[in-house]
């Protein structure tokens, strides 16, 4: 039995940043942050968005009247949660008008979280064939005004709908992980901005990349030429490129034109979103799903997870006969075209204003945000939200 991912949907607010204009206004060479970086855009939140909103944005893509019933399990990947203590799940339950009868929870652990999600409900769902687990990775990417993490913020949610005989993507049964006590990077629980050790994050990531890829294949007895396509955790869209980068001289030249080939596809969206944190790997399969010239049903793809602090992990997905929504992509294609772009006066606005963990009482007014869900404020420290 098959059991993978059936639908994917994809959600990032309508303001962005060109880092063309980030490049000007810090003194640097626009060259640095679309190449060196790998990024051309940067989705930029309103305050009437947080990860519950994008989630719920997202997930209504994919929750159907044929699934709605099915849905036994709601995992939400984040860390850019809302509460300490009440998950993010729950909220999205209620948005979506689920069933009561579901398990909701949410899985923190930096960007590994929906990986995390994804493996449970893979089980899940072997077990219980009949239902459906909906997946769910939203963050927003903060760290800070004229930091050197800056140009790699971001912000947007993939929902995945995990069911039996997938449309999209099975999943291998197996996987290889990897984790250890790294201080790469880190947000304190009083902090709404992120700490990193930007290189060191970088090395970690390659050698995890490394250690969970060369398991994989040795444990599964394959090979790396049986994967067609190879998708990365993108916090920007170069580190993937690099990681790609350490084991091209295992293959040959073919093998590596190809791979290339795929992954310039699977960093369409990314390069221009940004920093999904938990959505990230999964952004970048949509992307290659979208954007593949040369895939087909049947091809094996390797996915590699990777989670600060730090857990690693690499597995394999099969194409299922329907893996490409020419729908899908145009819809995508279009919302990303029809951003509205701020200057970076107002994209330091939109940073500077957009809400803190510490008040008790804001209003939010949702006039500019054209999404379906939306975050109106907080009222006696409870967090207020709405469906138009």
């Known amino acids: 039995m098959n059991v993978g991912i059936d639908q994917i949907g994809f959600y990032t607010p309508n303001y962005y940043l060109d880092l063309r204009d980030l490049a000007y206004a810090r003194h640097e060479d626009p060259n640095k942050y679309l190449i060196g970086i790998g990024q051309e855009r ?13 989630a719920a944005n997202a997930a209504t893509q994919v929750v159907t ?13 984040t860390e850019s949660g809302v509460d300490n203590s009440k998950s993010g799940a729950i909220y999205l339950q209620q948005l979506l008008g689920l069933k ?20 449970l409900a893979k089980d899940f769902v072997a077990a219980h ?18 930091t050197p993490g800056e140009v790699t913020q971001g912000c947007g949610a993939i929902a995945m709908t995990v069911s039996a005989q997938p449309r999209t993507l099975a ?32 090395d970690i990531y390659q050698q995890f990349f490394q250690k969970t890829i060369q398991a994989y294949c040795a444990e599964q007895r394959v090979s790396l030429t049986d994967f067609r396509a190879l998708t990365f955790h993108l916090p920007y869209s170069k580190l993937g490129l690099k990681a790609l980068r350490t084991i091209l001289p295992e293959v040959d030249e073919s093998q590596q034109q190809q791979w290339l080939t795929e992954f310039e596809a699977s960093r369409v969206y990314n390069r ?21 010239q040369e895939l087909t049903s049947g091809d094996q793809i390797g996915l590699f997870s990777y989670g600060s602090g730090a857990q690693g992990e690499f597995f394999a997905g099969t194409l299922q006969a329907d893996f490409q929504n020419y729908n899908r992509r145009d819809q995508i294609e279009a919302a990303l075209e029809n951003r509205q772009r701020l200057d970076v006066y ?7 204003k957009w809400p803190t963990f510490k008040t008790a009482n804001v209003t939010i007014d949702p006039a500019l945000d054209d999404a379906e869900f939306v975050f109106t404020g907080v009222i006696d420290n409870k967090r207020q939200y709405r469906r138009r």
């Open 42 to 54: 940067q989705a930029v939140p309103p305050a009437s968005q947080d990860a519950v909103t994008m």
């Open 65 to 77: 009247a044929e699934n709605r019933n099915q849905i036994s399990l709601i995992i939400f990947g």
């Open 100 to 119: 009561r009868e579901a398990r909701a929870f949410e899985i923190k652990q930096a960007c590994y979280g929906a990986t995390a999600g994804l493996q």
């Open 129 to 146: 064939p009949d239902r459906v687990a909906l997946v769910v990775g939203s963050d927003v990417a903060r760290y800070g005004l004229n």
């Open 171 to 202: 999943i291998s049964p197996n996987s290889s992980v990897y984790s250890d006590d790294i201080m790469d990077f880190w947000r304190p629980i009083n902090h709404t901005e992120a700490l990193v050790d930007g290189h060191y994050s970088n």
């Open 272 to 292: 221009q979103v940004g920093n999904l944190y938990t959505g990230s790997l999964y952004l970048s399969l949509l992307s290659l799903l979208d954007h593949s």
């Open 346 to 352: 107002q994209y330091e606005e939109f940073f500077t």
